[in-house]
Structures are given as structure tokens and as C-alpha cells.
Antibody, heavy 123, light 107 residues
């Protein structure tokens, strides 16, 4: 079964750090782009960032709201994606989803989602 | 950044109704648009990619159309399991962006 499972969400103080993990199974992890998307309580979806696949040298992209504070990385030996979150702010409070990106024609679209992990940043 | 504006943000409809949701992009995005369905407490689910291609396993009552700056998601005959929030997302330019969502509720 193709799936991704997030973990690592927790309560953390403003200014603190947290690392989220996402373990993939059922597919060739290195072939796929991987995204992080978040959803603040009662709000819509917000794209956080992307790590490209091996063929694209695992390069990354970020939303402006997290650039310079969050870092996405991959460990191919563990089929894992990570989101290192530093200098956390209360507005980073959200459910964080990991998603598998797949090529559909000329673009990559997330087609498999995890169940999400909750990050709460207190002041 | 490319802004995606969904309308309406909320709609009330009955089982069997035909429902149309619009997503407008602030600049042209070709056909690089996806539609997702999200139910409360659940992860999003991919419905349509490349503006009009139905994801495998998604019922044929869902359809998508459009290119450039204007896109639509249509549900031809609303079913009880379709009551949810729907989001569009553009994949043309970084940063990727989502529309604000359309919540479909039971009338």
C-alpha cells in the first residue's frame, strides 16, 4: 500500500524548534517530489515547501512565510522526509501534512497525503 | 505570487443538484491546476489534475475545465458523501498556492 505517515508534532514555545518526519512506503521514494502543506485551525490549506526527487538533485522550494526558518531534507536510506522548523511563531500553529508529488503531464501534483501531525506554538 | 480566488466561498445545495465552483488565477497558469476535496479532520484528496483529468478512482460526476486564468469544478449530481470543502491549487509557478476553499453544505 502506498502511504506516507507524519510524526513529530508537539507543543513548543515561540522561538523554539521542532523537526517533523514523514516516512514513505509502498513506492520508490527517490523517484518522487515530496511536499509539506499546513492548515491552521479553521483555515485553508497553505503550501509550505517541496523537495524534488533524485533526478532533480533533491533541490528545495519554500513559501515566503517560512523561507529562512524552515528546512526540508530527505534521507533516502530511511525513505523519510523531514521538516526542520526553527524560530517558530504562533502563526505556525497548524496541522502539517506530508504529500507525495507525482508527475501528471508537465507538472507535479500531490496525489498521496498523510494523516497530518499537529504543531502548536505557544506564546 | 499567483493568487487563486475561489467562488463562492460557501454554498448550500441539495442531493442531486448540479454544483459549479470557480477558481480564478491572478495570472495565466496554463492548465497547471488541481482540485482537492477535504472532509473535516481528514487529509485532502486529489480529485482532478491538469485542470480536467480525473484522478483514478474518483467518480465521473466530478469534472474540471478551464485554462489560463479561469477554471471550474463541476459536480453533476451532488451525493451525500460530496459535502466537503474543495480547494484549487496551481502548479505553474513557485510558490505554489491554494485557493481559499469552497465549503459545500447540505441545504
Amino acid at each position: 500500500e502506498v502511504q506516507v505517515v507524519e510524526s513529530g508534532g508537539n507543543l513548543v514555545q515561540s522561538g523554539g524548534s521542532l523537526r517533523l518526519s514523514c516516512v514513505a512506503s509502498g513506492f520508490t521514494f527517490s523517484d518522487h517530489y515530496m511536499d509539506w502543506v499546513r492548515q491552521a485551525p479553521g483555515k485553508g490549506l497553505e503550501w509550505v515547501g517541496r523537495a524534488r526527487n533524485k533526478a532533480n538533485s533533491y533541490t528545495t522550494e519554500y513559501a515566503a512565510s517560512v523561507k529562512g526558518r524552515f528546512t526540508i531534507s530527505r534521507d533516502e536510506s530511511k525513505n523519510s522526509l523531514y521538516l526542520q522548523m526553527d524560530s517558530l511563531k504562533t502563526e505556525d500553529t497548524a496541522v502539517y501534512y506530508c504529500g507525495r508529488g507525482a508527475w501528471f503531464g508537465s507538472t507535479v501534483t500531490v496525489d498521496v497525503w498523510g494523516q497530518g501531525t499537529t504543531v502548536t506554538v505557544s506564546s | 505570487d499567483i493568487q487563486l480566488t475561489q467562488s463562492p466561498s460557501f454554498l448550500s445545495a441539495s442531493v442531486g443538484d448540479r454544483v459549479t465552483i470557480t477558481c480564478r488565477a491572478s495570472q495565466g497558469i496554463s492548465s497547471y491546476l488541481a482540485w482537492y476535496q477535504q472532509k473535516p479532520g481528514k487529509a485532502p484528496k486529489l480529485l482532478i489534475y491538469a485542470a480536467s483529468t480525473l484522478q483514478r478512482g474518483v467518480p465521473s460526476r466530478f469534472s474540471g475545465s478551464g485554462s489560463g486564468t479561469e477554471f471550474t469544478l463541476t459536480i453533476s449530481s451532488l451525493q451525500p458523501e460530496d459535502f466537503a470543502t474543495y480547494y484549487c491549487q496551481q502548479g505553474n509557478t513557485y510558490p505554489l498556492t491554494f485557493g481559499g476553499g469552497t465549503k459545500v453544505e447540505i441545504k
